[in-house]
C-alpha cells in the first residue's frame, strides 16, 4: 500500500514531534487505520469518528495519547458501540486542515471505511 500523504505542509508548527520522526507517525496511522477501521464518518468539520475493530482499542488508545502528547490540539476520546469501539477526533477550528488530512489518510489506506 502507498500513502500520498507527506507530513511536510500540513504539520502544524504547534507539533512538537520531532520533523524527522514525523514520517514514521504518519506511517504507524496508515497502518492502524488499514488493519483497525471499520468505518470512518466526518461528524463535524472539526470532528471524526472511526467505528474500530474488535480488540483495536488499546492499540487506538496509544497511539492517541502519544499523539496527544506532541500535538495536544487533538482531542480522543472512545466510546463503545456494541462489540465495537468508535474512536471520536476532534480538534479545534483553526486545525480543520490537519484532520481534513487525517480524513484522506484512513481513506487512502482503508478505503472500504469510507462513510
Known sequence: MRIDIEPAGWVPDSCTLPTAEQPFRVAEFAAFFAESVQAATRTAPTGLELVLVGGAEPAARDLA????????????????CGPESVMHIDVPGAYVDVLDTFERLVAQ???????
Open 109 to 115: 489506506a482503508n478505503p472500504a471505511s469510507a462513510g
Open 65 to 80: 495519547a502519544r499523539e496527544s502528547g506532541c500535538c495536544s490540539f487533538f482531542t480522543f476520546t472512545f466510546t463503545e
